[in-house]
């Protein structure tokens, strides 16, 4: 089993639609929470954390449910400019102090005019 | 100015041959990190220097040797390249090993014929 798991998709949305992305991670001891972003042929870039409390950032919220382990990304109004792929990303405690960040394998997001 | 950067871009040689990737950068950062994204774009990280010191190991062949000359640099060398190693290397910082926010370099597309 991956140690995170997202639906590949791909999610082919119109502008200004409302779109919802899923993640599950299956260590309990996953510590911390992440949506990156990757356009095409390019590097991730972080997009935002993810807390239990729920966060939103303008047009972007994340949600984590530790009991179901379980995180989500909601884009609403969708722009062109949103189409990408999202990576669901956890940490993981590899000794000491030191963290390593698990990626899945992405969502991939197509807006269309 | 790049905050990461990484050469080549693209890298094209024949299986038995040795290659390196050279990575820097110049955010100030103490912790530096090479992850290897395969054709089904599932990104993985493999090594982690913090400060010129290996924190990070995964299990990758040793025919890979990362070297970290100072905390700005870490070059990546392949040896006996096999078609397996094809993939996409993204070099990555942060501000320490407990830093969660990663930034990428642009990334170095290598292909092994």
């Known amino acids: 089993r991956k140690e995170v798991e997202q639906d590949p998709g791909p999610f082919n949305v119109p502008e200004g639609a409302t779109v919802a992305f899923n993640c599950t991670y299956s260590?309990?001891?996953?510590?911390?929470f992440f949506w990156y972003r990757q356009d095409c042929r390019k590097e991730p870039k972080l997009l935002m954390s993810?807390?239990?409390s729920g966060n939103e950032d303008g047009r972007f919220t994340a949600q984590l449910n530790r009991a179901s382990q379980y995180i989500s990304l909601l884009i609403r109004d969708s722009k062109l400019s949103d189409s990408a792929t999202y990576l669901c990303?956890?940490?993981?405690?590899?000794?000491?102090?030191?963290?390593?960040?698990?990626f899945g394998t992405g969502t991939l997001l197509a807006v269309q005019p | 100015d790049t905050a990461v950067s990484q050469t080549p871009k693209y890298l094209v040689t024949q299986m038995g041959n040795d290659k390196s990737i050279k990575c820097e950068q110049n955010l100030g950062h103490d912790t530096m990190y090479w992850y290897k994204q395969d054709s089904k774009k599932f990104l993985k990280i493999m090594f982690s220097y913090n400060n010129k010191e290996l924190i990070i190991n995964e299990t990758v062949p040793n025919r890979f040797s990362p070297k970290s000359p100072d905390k700005a640099h870490l070059n990546l060398h392949i040896n006996s390249l096999e078609l397996g190693d094809s993939a996409v290397y993204f070099c990555?910082?942060?501000?320490?090993?407990?830093?969660?926010?990663?930034?990428f370099g642009p990334g170095t597309r290598l292909t092994v014929t």
């Open positions: 993810v807390y239990s």
């Open positions: 990555a910082s942060s501000q320490d090993y407990g830093s969660y926010e990663q930034y």
């Open positions: 990303v956890v940490t993981l405690n590899y000794g000491g102090a030191t963290n390593k960040l698990i």
């Open positions: 260590n309990s001891a996953s510590q911390s």
